[in-house]
């Protein structure tokens, strides 16, 4: 256990910024594996309507550190990917 005041608060910071990490982690997760579901059942219309709120998800646990930013670009690449599969191509 810390013994110095500074030593004290930075422990109690870390304990919050653990939970909050975990936390963006986790709303990823869920969020990845809703849309996963989705494009295995060739729902269009319910993919492109979670595909923001991933890309919300990641955006944010990048720009805090949770996820590099290359991660974050290949992952968005990836659900994009995967929907642009299931859209027919329209000119």
């Known amino acids: ?52 709120k991933i890309y919300k998800a990641i955006d944010k646990a990048a720009k805090t550190g949770v996820l590099k930013q290359n991660t974050a670009s290949r992952k968005k690449a990836l659900y994009a990917r995967h929907l642009n599969k299931l859209t027919p191509f329209v000119k």
């Open 1 to 52: 256990m810390p013994i110095t005041t500074s030593n004290k608060k930075r422990l109690r910071q870390n304990v919050k910024h653990r939970a909050d990490n975990i936390q963006k982690k986790r709303d990823i997760k869920v969020l990845t594996k809703e849309f996963e579901a989705l494009i295995v059942n060739k729902k269009v219309e319910e993919s492109k309507a979670i595909l923001p």
